[in-house]
């Protein structure tokens, strides 16, 4: 009977302490830009090793990130577009939006240029050259934060790209979206960061076609899943992490992530 009721004690304490473990950790759907880029990678242990609470990245495009959240599938949701974010917000579906950081995009492209839009300053006009070529152009075609960017330019020119023999949709993260560009010698808009961190792991013959034009300008935001759409959510700790990414400590920690030559990948603007 000792025995047995030892058994039973150790059970329970078993339970208790798996679901105080179980609530130290947090999944947060993201971009494949922050993923990608070595971010997370670099931030995270900081935040765990401060706060004691785990983050699960779940790396997706924007549009599917934010419906991860819309759907209770995560806890937080760390994207980059800002319009999409608001309206989530507005629509009662996330609490407590926060900007984080920026970079921007670029567009890249073979050395040769065969659309010749280097030198150019308005994006929206170098894809509206891109197109009259007939240069190839791989798009992410994920409703990611990349995309919709890309998708907007596009339809500032009033062109419509989609179905065109030039132009690939691959439904794929920026990295990989990258590497196949790189293969069909095509140009492609991707977020600095991840060219940065990954333009010489992945070998990439490309270069930076199109740059410093204001619209492409990247904002980075977060937000927690509202606790009264989703009960089981993990609130609490969501905003322990949204609180820490926004304090001076995890801006100062943003601030200092940089690639093997220095470059400053990512920069801190939470106000």
């Known amino acids: 009977m000792k025995k047995t009721i030892l058994l039973l004690t150790f059970l329970v304490i078993l339970t208790v302490v798996g679901s105080a473990f179980a609530q130290s950790e947090i ?54 577009a800002k319009e999409q974010e608001l309206k989530a917000v507005d629509e009662g579906f996330f609490v407590n939006r926060h900007d984080v950081m920026y970079n921007d995009f670029v567009i890249i492209g073979p050395a040769d240029d065969p659309a010749k839009i280097k030198g150019m300053k308005s994006a929206a006009d170098a894809l ?8 190839a152009f791989v798009s992410r075609g994920d409703n990611s934060g990349t995309n919709t960017k890309e998708l907007s330019l596009w339809k500032k020119v009033g062109v419509d790209p989609k179905g065109q023999k030039w132009y690939l949709e691959v439904g794929q993260g920026m990295e990989k979206t990258q590497r196949i560009a790189n293969e069909k010698r095509a140009y492609t808009l991707t977020d600095r960061g991840t060219w940065l961190a990954t333009k010489d792991k992945d070998k990439l013959e490309m270069v930076i076609v199109l740059e410093g034009d204001p619209v492409l300008f990247n904002q980075y935001g977060v937000m927690a899943v509202n606790p009264e759409k989703h009960k089981h959510v993990k609130y609490k700790e969501a905003m322990e992490f949204i609180n820490w990414l926004i304090s001076k400590e995890g801006q100062q920690a943003i601030a200092s992530f940089k690639d093997s030559l220095g470059n400053q990948l990512f920069y801190p603007n939470a106000e």
């Open 27 to 80: 999944i947060c759907a993201s971009t494949t830009s922050t993923e990608n880029s070595g971010l997370f990678g670099y931030i995270l242990p900081l935040f765990e090793k401060k706060i004691g609470i785990k983050v699960k990245v779940v790396a997706r495009g924007t549009g599917a990130a934010i419906e991860m959240g819309k759907r209770g599938d995560a806890d937080v949701a760390f994207v980059h």
């Open 128 to 135: 509206e050259r891109i197109a009259e070529s007939g240069a």
